[in-house]
């Protein structure tokens, strides 16, 4: 007999050229919950937030391309490119409504999918969950060093990758992580491949965040939550204060927006508070 994944049943959605998506599903339910990871994460990065929620609804989890199950794409790694994917997998799972929730660089695809659609009116968004979301109001990721660390880890990654040293770098997963989605994220998260999709996206991540600031996305009145990781380590003495205000400051430019502290978390609410994100979505889901 066949055993039941934590994360549901696997599908897979071909955007065009013969490329696939590969995405899961579980749970029933009116709202649709789907989850946009972070920078060169995978599905598994919501392995300790999806399952709660999906007692409650349907909830989908999906790897970009290049990661996890998905094929590599070989055009840039745009914001624009992986929103269209994004855009595509709406599509195929129905008109909504749906609540989009966001990690990290899955913030600002998330922000930009649901502008597309409020303009177009053909699915309904019901929210935004962002948790711990890139932000273009952070002006240290617009500095000259940073602009070098990123050229230079896209330069050393796929060599990492290479000498299997991907996985040591990242830390371990979760203690808490359940069995099958820790197997497959050990797998298939530190290839080579893996390495090279999370390069592809980082080439276009500070010219997208540039072109952020100067277009943000138009959410009207749509329901928007922030989550900050308020917990200042010695190595992010520097970064997390800026990234915190610059939360504040896109909640004080949204006209139905708040802002939630995650106090025991640096960047990975997913990991650390993960009871935090899913009592956000729960609410926004009990508010509908």
């Known amino acids: 007999m066949p055993t039941t994944h934590t994360f549901g049943t696997s599908h897979y959605l071909d955007v065009g050229a013969g490329r696939k998506l590969h995405y ?15 920078m060169g994460a995978s599905r598994a990065a919501w392995g300790l937030v999806q399952p709660a929620i999906a007692q409650a609804v349907r909830t989908v989890v999906y790897d970009r391309a290049g990661l996890g199950r998905s094929d590599a794409d070989n055009e ?15 599509g195929e799972l129905g008109p909504g409504p749906f609540i989009l929730v966001g990690h990290s660089w899955g913030g600002p695809i998330v922000r930009r999918a649901a502008e597309k659609l409020l ?25 000259k060093a940073a602009a070098l660390n ?33 197997e497959e994220h050990l797998r298939e998260d530190f290839t080579l491949q893996a390495a090279k999709a999370s390069v592809a996206e980082m080439t276009t991540f500070l010219k997208d965040l540039k072109e952020l600031r100067h277009h943000p996305a138009e959410l009207g009145h749509l329901e928007v939550v922030i989550l900050s990781g308020t917990m200042i380590t010695r190595m992010e003495r520097r970064t997390r204060p800026a990234l915190i205000a610059a939360h504040r400051k896109s909640v004080s430019l949204l006209t139905n927006a708040r802002h939630v502290e995650a106090p025991r978390s640096g960047h990975m609410i997913v990991n650390t508070e993960p009871e935090l994100i899913i009592e956000v979505v729960l609410q926004m889901i009990r508010d509908e």
């Open 150 to 182: 990123f050229a230079l880890l896209g330069k050393l990654l796929p060599g990492i990758a290479r000498l299997g040293l991907y996985r040591r770098m990242s830390g371990a997963p979760p203690k808490n992580l359940p069995q099958d989605i820790r």
């Open 24 to 38: 899961m599903v579980k749970g029933e339910g009116t709202t649709t919950v789907v989850f946009e990871s972070g």
């Open 119 to 143: 303009a177009s009116s053909s699915v309904t968004i019901q929210g935004l969950v962002l948790v711990d979301p890139s932000d273009e109001h952070v002006d240290l990721y617009f500095s």
């Open 76 to 90: 840039p790694r745009t914001l624009e490119r992986i929103t269209g994917d994004l855009l595509a997998l709406l």
